[in-house]
Nanobody, 123 residues
């Protein structure tokens, strides 16, 4: 089993920055792909970014490309650096892990999920 715990959310003004962290415990390996998703109030869970550090690949949603950066420093810790935040970035941000290492953009590609961390961007 794998447990994921997100942290780093909060309230920030538009144009500001936040860094989200995802701490993994249990049987997780560097071969796992890690992803970040977000869910705005009343909407579905949308892909934000993912990474497979073993093969050195990342991908981003068009809405965050150039502003957000996903990184991973070992099998246990994954980060999402969010710059130039906009009010439309508001939502609950979830960390997810895929044992298949697949850089999927659909929630079905991921086996494990954290509880989420709230991000609010004020205008």
């Amino acid at each position: 089993q794998v447990q994921l715990v997100e942290s780093g959310g909060g309230l920030v003004q538009a144009g500001g920055s936040l860094r989200l962290s995802c701490a993994a415990s249990g049987r997780i390996f560097s071969s796992y792909a890690m992803g970040w998703f977000r869910q705005a109030p009343g909407k579905g869970r949308d892909f934000v970014a993912n990474i497979n550090s073993n093969i050195g690949l990342t991908s981003y949603a068009d809405s965050v490309k150039g502003r957000f950066t996903i990184s991973r420093d070992n099998a246990k810790n994954t980060y999402l650096q969010m710059n130039e935040l906009k009010p439309e970035d508001t939502g609950v941000y979830y960390c997810a892990a895929s044992s298949r290492g697949f850089l999927g953009r659909d929630t079905n590609a991921y086996d494990y999920w954290g509880q989420g961390t709230q991000v609010v961007v004020s205008s």
